[in-house]
């Protein structure tokens, strides 16, 4: 499945012009349903090294960090605004994050000034409590029907 048809899954297939459209329980459904089909194609697994759980959460925090990110510097990667700004992206570091579904291999990114203080993950943390039962959770609810029968039968939940 190509990003293209997650993305309109997402949006349930059409552009609402609400900014919070893509986090409608319908959206989110055939979101889901969208990443669980796709797994189950590809032979990955919902939870464990590998899983689906765990590249979830990864590309939930990564992404939180790099918005992070751009919010203190003031504009996006690459944009000519930033050049000569006086701060700027002084490329990431590797960190290893437990939580409840398993560890997250993340890249923290950093500013040349060294202030940048992420709240997704913060400073010095190295374990996220309740982040997997957080997430179980919305699974649960969004994951219900057909995906909700594969999932009982991985006994994940």
Known sequence: MSNEAIAAAVDGGEETGAPDAAFEADGLRGW?????????????????????????????????????MADHLGYEPYEAIGRGSGNSRNGAYAKT??????????RMPRDREGTFEPVTVPKHVRRLEGLGANVIRCC???????????????RCC
């Open 97 to 106: 994050v437990r939580t409840d579904v398993g560890p997250v291999e993340l």
């Open 32 to 68: 889901a349903e969208a990443l669980v089909d796709r797994a189950r194609s590809e032979g990955v697994a919902l939870t464990g090294e590998g899983g689906l759980l765990i590249s979830m959460v990864r590309e939930v925090l990564q992404t939180g960090l790099d918005v992070e």
């Open 140 to 154: 649960r609810t969004w994951l219900h029907g057909r995906a909700g029968r594969w999932i009982a039968s991985t």
